[in-house]
């Protein structure tokens, strides 16, 4: 490298020398830095100190106000009302031990659940935490009246979540609480504010995003005692949107009356379009006491009531389907042509089986039988026999073809599964062959099978429809705010699988017959309005000892060992329109205890406002090949 | 090329300065942060992965020898002026202004590189000019023009802080080139009778908010909420900081967003509301140092260049350094001006280190006669 030109040494240093002016520059500007800062924080130190304390700017968010819920037909299930939430603010309160001693006099709640709920993660200490919202007036008073002695805390107007028609549909709408530790760490609800209420069952927690919109933000300024002064700025809370329900009001006030007080479930569904039409479980709870604040002890009663409340029996209650089944046997024979249906078997209430005996449940049994017959009466025998015929893998592959013993897809939290054995599945879950006497059981609807009320109502809904496999769904549409059309999902076809006219002729020919013929297992649930077609079952709660299918007295059991009463069933017969799966736990025979409630639930809605279809005609299914009259109203049949 | 000098020559005293600084940088962006918005941002982490490339380019300034730098002084001053051109064609708007040129992932302010391009043009022009007896005014029209340019450029963004700081870097280095008696008396005449008409022109090119900060400098209580708002809540957090500060997180103003752009040009009061007037002296001492250390490199440099080349720098940084603190304080209009090594923001601090890297170059080489 060559050297750098460079000026004589002499000039080199009278440059430098110049330097000075820059060190001037700099000293100056240090100087006065030096000085104001003194000036600042030394002089007038205590004054600013005091601007910061009375002139602090608090960002709060503002809760936007959760989507209402409607339900089919557009009335309100799930509305919001103003009322009192109290809030601390941990930085403002002057005297600890006072407000909390106060807060557990007015409120009730222990030191320690006071203690417990400040000190939850906060961002900030000048953030407000969430006591208690749903304020009484009087506690509103207690609280205002002492207001100098308790800086700290604050009553803000907002609007709550009010449960319009109380334990209603409580399972599928849910309820909403307070968002905890471990949601705020989940990226479902990330950047939520403590306090933020969010879905925790059912509805409102499945479709939350929806309802909930986002948080908006407010920058206030506040004084020392933290009463707000002005607001500098603010972010509107937006995005959250109304849900209008599949639910229809008054079939849903029809189940949840209809079963009263016996624990079980009720499902009704639309087979043109999978709509759920009603669904309760009972026993049940009521969500606006478990919305906002819910107290440890009340919460603690919930969960450890044997009667489970909190479990959705339509979706979560796995029964063995008893003779619910035979109405999927009896088309696994037609289709797989493995029986002529008017050939008469004999049957003398037992069907002997290797070493063991198998019994009918009627003493005696049926006689001289044939398909129609044995679903109409529910013979046992017969499909004992059936079943050994066609083998367990043979079912199992017709009931996966109806969707049984896997999630529907419903649009409801926890679904359970259920269980639809083959030799595969018990290979692989229990490590043993599979036995051909536990074929017979699982022909009627005994041993391991066993799956959802909602799955028993979604079959039949195929039986019903020719074999169109709708999901079943409980939102059927969103509004926004901003748009004043509600956007109408349709509905979801998940498969079609081609059941031959012949067996569903026959199938459903004799479905009408268990309602609608003098021997039917079903005659209580006939209507004077419509024609009904469905199948009962009885589900063993035990299993008897003289092997399955035996006849045990169960009138004699306590009622917890009774048995489970199922009743399964569409009408009007010839265009149906309506679904409905009665399960009814320990109540006995599926025609004494679960077909009456149907019935009610199928009046409702096909009779009592007959013209409750706001989908419209456009997106449902008819009988393919049948006329589509409609049944007259209130006529005879 | 590689020196054994580089490291024997190498003042680690002063790169303990440079740390302690950043290391106050990062707690006060940190504290800055803690607030829950920011939080998701991790801004502090962002800032110590742009400490971490920065002391790469440092290393990179000190290792080539700054008189091969300056051979390419030209060449990295037109490079700046076509990203200054590129920023008025597909520049990013951030703030109101167009500043950022954005490459996918990352982006980046040209303006301040643009402060790099004019202090090495400059010093290679002056140091190859410069007589004991001082610049004559024709000498001075060249340099005029290669501030002139990017000098528009950045006003255009506008970036007013930008361009004042180069015009800085421009006078520091007249300092010490001097200019003939003569001269000074005819640019301070023509000076004094263009002012009206500078001023004119000047007032008339300002953005509507420029100018409403300059008006509320003269007094911030007319729009206390609006555009007087940041000076006020400066003043207050460095005013509630005391002789001790409110310890680190402890600043009320900052946590609560009460001061806006905490972590940019306003870190200086974040971290005078939480280390008290202490905090002030201990940081000006640190900064102190390390403009005493520049004055000394350019004092002891083997040449005029590397003499001009830290003259440059430490007016640089000085500059940066007086007005942002000047205008938290309340004592200056508020023009954006970052902090140096302190501000949040990357390019700012590449642009920094480089130059204190090369503040070292002239240093190490100093000693070195021969090449």
Redesign the interface.
């Known amino acids: ?8 040494q ?3 240093k ?3 020398r ?2 000075v ?3 001037i ?2 000293g100056f ?2 100087g ?3 000085f ?3 000036s ?3 002089t ?6 005091e ?3 009375n ?5 709060v968010f503002i809760q936007p106000r959760r989507g209402k819920v409607f339900d089919r037909n557009g009335n309100i299930l799930i509305n919001n009302v103003p009322g009192f939430t109290l809030y601390l603010i941990p930085e403002d309160v002057k005297s600890r031990d006072y407000v909390i001693h106060k807060i557990s006099e007015v409120l009730g709640f222990t030191v320690e659940e006071i203690e417990k709920k400040v000190s939850q993660r906060q ?2 200490p ?2 407000p935490v969430k006591i208690k919202d749903g304020l009484t007036l009087r506690e509103v008073a207690l609280f205002e009246e002492d207001q100098l002695e308790l800086a700290g805390l604050k009553i803000e107007v907002e609007y709550q979540r009010n449960y319009v028609y109380g334990k209603l549909a409580a399972h599928v709408l849910g309820y909403v609480s307070e968002i905890n530790e471990k949601q705020m760490d989940s990226p479902d609800y990330e ?1 939520l504010p403590q306090g933020t209420l969010i879905g925790q069952y059912g509805i409102e927690k499945k479709y939350d995003q929806f309802i909930r919109g986002e948080p908006g933000e407010k ?1 206030i300024e506040v004084d020392a005692l933290g009463h707000e002064i002005k607001i ?1 700025n603010i972010k509107e809370p937006e995005g959250s949107k109304d849900l209008y329900l599949t639910i229809d009001l008054d079939t849903q006030k029809s189940a949840e009356e209809a079963l009263g007080d016996e624990a079980g479930a009720v499902v009704a569904m639309d087979p043109g379009t999978g709509d759920i039409l009603a669904m309760t479980s009972h026993p049940g709870f009521d969500p606006q006491n478990l919305s906002g604040r819910i107290r440890q002890n009340d919460w603690d009663t919930l969960i450890k009531d044997p009667f489970k409340p909190l479990n959705n029996r339509a979706i979560q209650g796995t029964y063995p389907p008893g003779s619910v089944f035979k109405v999927l046997l009896a088309i696994t024979a037609l289709e797989a042509h493995e029986i002529d249906p008017s050939k008469q078997i004999d049957c003398h209430g037992v069907f002997p089986f290797g070493k063991r005996v198998f019994r009918d449940w009627k003493k005696g049994g049926h006689g001289a039988v044939d398909l129609h017959r044995s679903i109409v009466e529910s013979c046992d025998v017969y499909y004992y026999k059936l079943g050994d015929q066609l083998g367990v893998d043979l079912i199992a592959e017709q009931a996966h073809k109806f969707g049984l013993g896997r999630a529907t897809g419903i649009d409801l939290p926890s679904e359970k599964e259920g269980i639809i054995p083959s030799s595969e599945w018990k290979l692989k879950t229990r490590r043993e062959r599979w036995f051909p006497g536990e074929t017979l059981s699982v022909s009627i609807g005994q041993g391991y099978v066993n799956f959802t009320p909602l799955q028993a109502a979604y079959m039949m809904t195929q039986v019903a429809n020719g074999g169109y496999r709708y999901k079943p769904r409980l939102l059927r549409a969103v509004s926004g705010q901003e748009t004043d059309q509600p956007i109408v999902f349709p509905p979801v076809l998940l498969d079609t699988h081609q059941i031959s006219k012949r067996t569903l002729d026959v199938v459903r020919e004799a479905l009408r017959g268990v309602v609608q013929e003098p021997h039917g297992t079903a005659g209580t649930a006939r209507s004077e309005y419509f024609e009904t077609a469905g199948k009962t079952g009885t589900a063993q709660v035990i299993a008897a000892k003289a092997g399955a299918g035996g006849n045990l007295n169960s009138k004699m059991l306590p009622k917890f060992l009774q048995d489970h009463a199922w009743f399964v069933a569409f009408a009007p017969y010839q265009d149906p329109k309506i679904v409905v799966a009665v399960l009814v736990e320990h109540g006995g025979h599926g025609g004494s205890a679960a077909a009456p409630v149907a019935k009610k639930v199928l009046e409702a809605y096909l009779v009592k406002k007959p013209d409750r279809n706001p989908s419209g005609p456009s997106d449902r299914v008819t009988l393919d090949g049948r006329s589509q009259s409609r049944i007259p109203e209130g006529g005879e049949d | 090329m590689f020196d054994r000098r580089l490291i024997t020559k190498f003042d680690w005293k002063f790169l303990l300065i440079v740390f302690s600084i950043l290391c106050v940088s990062v707690l006060s962006i940190y504290s800055v942060s803690a ?3 920011q ?2 941002s991790m801004l502090y982490v962002k800032q110590i992965y742009w400490i971490m490339i920065s002391m790469i380019v440092f290393f990179i300034a000190v290792v080539i ?1 700054y ?2 730098i ?1 051979r390419y002084a030209y060449l990295v001053y037109a490079v700046v002026v076509i990203l200054l051109l590129l920023v008025m064609f597909v520049g990013k708007v951030g703030l109101g202004a167009q500043r950022w040129l954005s490459f996918g992932f990352i982006s980046f302010q040209p303006s301040e590189f643009s402060k790099l391009g004019i202090l090495l043009v400059l010093a290679k022009y002056f ?2 000019n ?3 007896s001082g610049f004559r005014m024709t000498q001075l029209i060249f340099p005029v023009v290669l501030l002139g340019i990017p000098f528009f450029l950045v006003l255009k963004q506008p970036d007013l802080g930008t361009g004042l700081s180069m015009t800085f870097i421009f006078i ?1 280095m007249m ?4 200019l003939r008696s003569r001269s000074l008396v005819f640019i301070g005449l023509i000076f004094l009778m263009l002012l009206p008409f500078l001023w004119n022109f000047f007032w008339h090119h300002l953005k509507s908010y420029q100018k409403d900060r300059l008006l509320t400098f003269i007094n911030p209580t007319v729009d206390p ?1 609006g555009t007087g708002y940041h000076i006020i809540q400066s ?9 001790f500060g409110n310890g680190l997180l402890g600043g ?2 900052s ?4 001061l806006p752009e905490g972590h940019t040009d306003f870190i200086f009061a974040v971290f ?1 509301e939480e280390w ?2 202490i905090g ?2 201990v940081l ?1 001492v640190l900064f ?1 140092l390390l ?1 005493l250390w520049g ?1 000394d490199v ?2 002891k ?5 590397g ?1 001009f080349l830290a ?1 440059g720098i ?2 640089m940084i ?1 500059f940066n ?2 007005v942002n ?2 205008m938290t ?3 200056m209009p508020v023009v954006g001006v970052p902090l140096p090594l302190m501000s949040y923001g990357g390019t700012a601090m590449v642009t920094t280190m480089a130059a204190l890297g090369l503040l070292m170059n002239v240093k190490i080489r100093r000693f070195m006669l ?2």
């Open positions: 490298m060559k050297e750098y030109p460079s000026l004589p002499e000039n080199l009278k440059i430098q110049r330097i002016f820059l060190l520059v700099l500007g240090f006065s830095i030096l104001r800062s003194w600042l924080q030394i007038a130190g205590s004054f600013y100190h601007q910061s304390e002139n602090r700017v608090r960002e961002f900030s000048y953030l950047n920058g500098l | 607030y829950k918005e939080m998701k020898d008189h091969t300056s140091s190859e410069a007589q004991g520091s300092f010490l080139v001097g909420s003043k207050i957090a460095i005013g509630s900081g005391g002789i009320t103003q946590q609560l967003k009460f005078a008290g007037f002030i002296i000006l102190g403009l004055i350019a004092f440099a083997k040449d005029s260049l003499t003259a430490v007016g000085g350094l007086i603190i000047g304080l309340g004592m021969f090449y």
